[in-house]
């Protein structure tokens, strides 16, 4: 069993994938990113199964994480461009995993985000930082390229901002990070577990059948803005949603002036103290 990250389900749905690595700012090997893409596989199932709702993607300690881990940039010296490759292709994996999970994602940053960790969060959707926390794409400084990471890191902060901060390697602090719109919101150091909580409160409450659908029309609306295929598409979601059962019960219950089903089971568990992972639950690979 791995020391290096932790996933967690807690009784509303919320899993908690952490990075566990504080005493290397968190930072990311091959290995690491092989168990952050089981942990996303698993979650992806249960999504799938109803199982979980949101995704909160954190880590221990100071740093958020570090980027590349010292001892992995030592051995990729000796690799081939095939082994090259195949890192990459799994650091891909990854990030493609996160940006299309079906849940609701949201990235917790303390601290300090660098190289690939500017790419996790990219992938998130919703970003909640601390005012301590700061992000650079950092690889242009060790003759490398945040290639991998560039089509979500710029879908973010825009193409114009990308070549600035890709080719400059300069650090964002919190609130240029905001601007950017590569973060949503910063909070002081003691608020963030707070607004970690009350985003899920927020997020909880919406409709299950809804967000998913809304989040996988997003990403086919990014794809393709303006065609006829895709105001079709946009027709359909609302017309299945409004004859599906939630979709009935979030009408009816709007119409009167009650909670709806999902909202009242979502609060019947009881939500963890702070935004930390309950401890119940078991360690690395649990989906229970």
């Known amino acids: 069993m791995s020391d290096m990250s932790q996933l967690r389900i807690d009784a509303r749905g919320v899993a908690w994938l952490t990075l566990t690595r504080p005493e290397v700012h968190n930072a990311f090997d091959d290995a690491l ?12 199932q249960a999504t799938d199964s109803g199982e979980v709702r949101v995704l909160v993607l954190g880590s221990e300690g100071k740093s958020f994480s570090a980027g590349a881990d010292l001892n992995w940039m030592k051995r990729m010296v000796d690799y081939s461009v095939d082994d090259n490759l195949a890192d990459s292709r799994e650091l891909s994996r990854l990030m493609h995993g996160l940006d299309s999970l079906p ?40 003759g490398l390229s945040p290639a991998v990471i560039s089509p979500y890191v710029q879908r973010a902060i825009g193409s114009r901002q990308m070549r600035r901060y890709a080719l400059s390697a300069e650090v964002m602090d919190a609130d240029t990070a905001q601007r950017l719109d590569l973060v949503h919101r910063v909070v002081a150091a003691e608020e963030l577990d707070a607004a970690i909580d009350a985003m899920l409160d927020t997020l909880l409450a919406t409709s299950p059948q809804a967000s998913r659908a809304t989040k996988g029309l997003l990403a086919e609306v ?15 979601v609302i017309s299945e949603l409004r004859t599906s059962a939630e979709g009935q019960e979030g009408l009816a219950s709007f119409l009167e002036k009650r909670r709806p089903a999902w909202a009242d089971t979502a609060s019947s568990t009881s939500p963890p103290s702070s935004a930390s992972p309950p401890s119940s639950t078991s360690k690395k690979g649990s989906a229970s």
């Not at 092989?34 to 992806?44: F, I, K, M, P, T």
């Not at 794809?223 to 027709?235: L, N, Q, V, W, Y």
């Open 103 to 142: 849940c609701v994602t949201v990235c917790r940053v303390q601290g300090a985000a660098f190289g690939g960790a500017v790419g996790l969060a990219a992938c998130c959707d919703i970003v909640i930082a601390s005012d301590r926390a700061k992000f650079c794409l950092s690889e242009v400084r060790i």
């Open 33 to 44: 990113i092989g168990e952050l893409n089981a942990h996303l596989d698993q979650v992806r």
């Open 222 to 236: 990014a794809r393709d803005t303006d065609s006829d295929a895709t105001r079709e598409r946009t027709c359909q």
